[in-house]
């Protein structure tokens, strides 16, 4: 497939002076002189223009020309680097409106189609792109969400745990101090009559008298 437009490194649909002079089979070094006198007579008063041109709106188109061709250097069908001009949909209208004869005709509507083609891709890309960075908003959004639910989740968990282990160590507490009072009862029931637990010698085991 015939390429006539492509997509520069901003992301904008542009064609070049050499595709041009390819596509209406001129002589590059023709279509660069086009280029260049419309750039140096760009915001000049010509002798039958009878308007009132100022200094800003000069500057003005001037601004405006320089931003339809860019000046670079393109390699040609032989591979080598040639002084060439890239411009926009705006710039190539410019360039080829002297154009004429039934193939120029043809081949600018060749280079216009490709223009529409070219800007409703990049279009859909922009338009799939921003959809892609929403769905990555959405699920950035939501997966910060349920992050922090899951932080509620484990505080809550955690307090729980934190309470039940208090509980526990109380329960513990008030059963050591029943097994405790339990095995003071014990002892006292277990102490012969002369107050001394059996099985210890007596001077070890002299405890209170029961009375």
Do not use: W
Request: with cysteine; aromatic share 8%; proline share 3%.
């Amino acid at each position: 497939m015939e390429i006539l437009v492509y997509k520069d490194e901003k992301g904008n649909p542009v064609t070049t002076s050499l595709l041009v002079a390819g596509k209406f089979e001129k002589r590059h070094d023709h279509v660069l002189d086009a280029i260049r006198e419309i750039l140096q007579t760009g915001g000049k008063r010509s002798p039958d223009f009878s308007g009132d041109l100022s200094a800003e709106r000069s500057a003005e188109i001037s601004g405006d020309l320089s931003k339809m061709f860019i000046e670079a250097e393109l390699p040609d069908s032989y591979g080598r680097l040639q002084p060439a001009f890239i411009m926009n949909r705006d710039g190539f209208s410019l360039l080829v409106m002297g154009f004429t004869g039934e193939k120029a005709l043809i081949f600018k509507l060749d280079f216009i189609n490709a223009f529409n083609r070219m800007e409703q891709t990049l279009k859909a890309l922009s338009e799939e792109k921003n959809r892609f960075d929403s769905d990555k908003i959405r699920l950035a959004e939501s997966s910060t969400k349920r992050r922090y639910l899951l932080a509620c989740e484990k505080r809550q968990l955690d307090a729980r745990i934190e309470g039940d282990l208090k509980r526990r160590k109380e329960i513990v507490r008030e059963q050591n101090q029943i097994n405790f009072d339990d095995f003071q009862r014990l002892n006292l029931h277990l102490l012969e009559d002369d107050g001394t637990i059996p099985g210890l010698f007596p001077n070890q085991s002299k405890l209170l008298k029961v009375s």
